[in-house]
């Protein structure tokens, strides 16, 4: 099985920076596709970035020129750099692995907390 670990959430103040980091351990030693979704309270979950197998990235445009994904050269990691964070920010951000070769799958991290207060 595979297990993804993040860390780097906390408080932050607006206009402040935090990052993220999603380690990937198990049976699978890369990934066609790392991403990082967050969820607000009281809304749906949402795609914050991806980043693909040749490093082909995307963002939801709210986080556009504030965040950036990368993968590590391991290819088993991810992190997301976040600046200029806004209140809107705040939510549970979730690490997500994605094979798209052969049979499908998914896997999910346990989420870390961010927080950005006024």
């Known amino acids: 099985q595979v297990q993804l670990v993040e860390s780097g959430g906390g408080l932050v103040q607006a206009g402040g920076s935090l990052k993220l980091s999603c380690v990937a351990s198990g049976s699978i030693a890369s990934f066609d596709a790392m991403a990082w979704y967050r969820q607000a309270p009281g809304k749906e979950r949402e795609l914050v970035a991806s980043v693909s197998h040749e490093g082909s990235e995307n963002y939801r445009d709210s986080v556009e020129g504030r965040f950036t994904i990368s993968r590590g050269n391991a290819q088993n990691t991810v992190y997301l750099q976040m600046n200029n964070l806004e209140i809107e920010d705040t939510g549970v951000y979730y690490c997500?692995?994605?094979?798209?070769?052969?049979?499908?799958?998914?896997?999910w991290g346990q989420g870390t907390q961010v927080t950005v207060s006024s």
């Open positions: 997500v692995a994605f094979i798209t070769s052969g049979i499908v799958q998914t896997f």
